[in-house]
T-cell receptor, first 116, second 117 residues
Framework: GAGVSQSPRYKVAKRGQDVALRCDPISGHVSLFWYQQALGQGPEFLTYFQNEAQLDKSGLPSDRFFAERPEGSVSTLKIQRTQQEDSAVYLC??????????????FGQGTRLTVV | AQKVTQAQTEISVVEKEDVTLDCVYETRDTTYYLFWYKQPPSGELVFLIRRNSFDEQNEISGRYSWNFQKSTSSFNFTITASQVVDSAVYFCALRRYSGAGSYQLTFGKGTKLSVIP
């Protein structure tokens, strides 16, 4: 597609439920990122993929968070046993080149997760 | 450690006024990238500009201009003759030029701009 696509746009989960958030990056983009944006805050880095390899998962807040990109394109962020503090907008971004470089990341519209 | 500070939480201006959004950053790196993103109510982050730390030339793009001052670690963004469509949250961000974590953006908390007709 023309841009980064995320689904669902909105998700309400009961506390303790598992959720899966999907990201379709721009075709051909090597790098894929997940960020978490709490209400009124800037996005914070969660994890980074270069093709199918997860090179950095240092930002994942707990072992309840898991991300994968098995074929180097679509990525899924899974949150197990959701807690209220997981409520946030989850943003996916992709960029053309591998690490760093002079390219910008293109962001999707995000998935707003509300845990009740 | 890297840090970006956007001291202005919210700004309101009347349409056609000029407005400057402030950004101050901290980094131990000598070379790095700086970015501005716009986040309209629809939620996606829209890329506006990327600057290299070794290029201090100011840039103008239509009604937008950016003032990069390495000596004061600031990268301010000015909108001239603001319009209602400029209403959004604006984020300043920092990224390492190379090395560990050079793919990772560090964002400020954002400045919410409201342009009143």
């Amino acid at each position: 597609g023309a841009g980064v696509s995320q689904s669902p746009r909105y998700k309400v989960a009961k506390r303790g439920q598992d959720v899966a958030l999907r990201c379709d990056p721009i075709s051909g983009h090597v790098s894929l990122f997940w960020y978490q944006q709490a209400l009124g805050q800037g996005p914070e880095f969660l994890t980074y993929f270069q093709n199918e390899a997860q090179l950095d998962k240092s930002g994942l807040p707990s072992d309840r968070f898991f991300a994968e990109r098995p074929e180097g394109s679509v990525s899924t962020l899974k949150i197990q046993r959701t807690q209220q503090e997981d409520s946030a907008v989850y943003l996916c971004a992709s960029s053309l080149t591998p690490t760093g470089g002079g390219t910008e990341a293109f962001f999707g519209q995000g998935t707003r997760l509300t845990v009740v | 450690a890297q840090k970006v500070t956007q001291a202005q939480t919210e700004i309101s201006v009347v349409e056609k006024e000029d407005v400057t959004l402030d950004c101050v950053y901290e980094t131990r790196d000598t070379t790095y990238y700086l970015f501005w993103y716009k986040q309209p109510p629809s939620g996606e982050l829209v890329f506006l500009i990327r600057r290299n730390s070794f290029d201090e030339q100011n840039e103008i793009s239509g009604r937008y201009s950016w003032n990069f001052q390495k000596s004061t670690s600031s990268f301010n963004f000015t909108i001239t003759a603001s319009q209602v469509v400029d209403s959004a949250v604006y984020f300043c961000a920092l990224r390492r030029y190379s090395g560990a974590g050079s793919y990772q953006l560090t964002f400020g908390k954002g400045t919410k701009l409201s342009v009143i007709p």
